[in-house]
């Protein structure tokens, strides 16, 4: 069975950072495509970051420079570093996989909406 759990949301200020989590059982990451997707009250869903089988990276421009993400096969875990945080990145982060993104390849632009097995999300509040 495929679970995927975000951690490591919370409330910081402008400036500051947080790392999320995301621990999943069923799959690996070695052979899925992991992504990171959020969405703000009143917005679209938003790809933030996206990491293939093969380790290849994209961000969405607005975070490009200051969110990272990385992934430690070992332990099954998927992370986002998020630095110089904002107010517009208050949102629920989402942790995502697909073994076949819909849409293309696992990149950004089809992460939001390609992706088969989603997290129950964290929220992230940056207050000013």
């Known amino acids: 069975q495929v679970q995927l759990r975000e951690s490591g949301g919370g409330s910081v200020e402008t400036g500051g950072s947080l790392r999320l989590s995301c621990t999943v059982s069923g799959f690996s990451y070695t052979t899925y495509c992991g992504a990171w997707i959020r969405q703000a009250p009143g917005k679209e869903r938003e790809g933030v970051a996206a990491?293939?089988?093969?380790?290849?990276?994209s961000y969405a421009d607005s975070v490009k420079g200051r969110f990272t993400i990385s992934k430690d096969n070992a332990k099954n875990t998927l992370y986002l570093q998020m630095n110089s945080l904002k107010p517009e990145d208050t949102a629920m982060y989402y942790c995502?996989?697909?073994?076949?993104?819909?849409?293309?390849?696992?990149?950004?632009?089809?992460?939001?909406?390609?992706?088969?097995?989603w997290g129950k999300g964290t929220l992230v509040t940056i207050s000013s």
């Open positions: 990491i293939d089988s093969d380790d290849s990276t």
């Open positions: 995502a996989a697909a073994q076949v993104v819909y849409g293309g390849n696992c990149g950004i632009r089809n992460v939001a909406y390609g992706m088969d097995y």
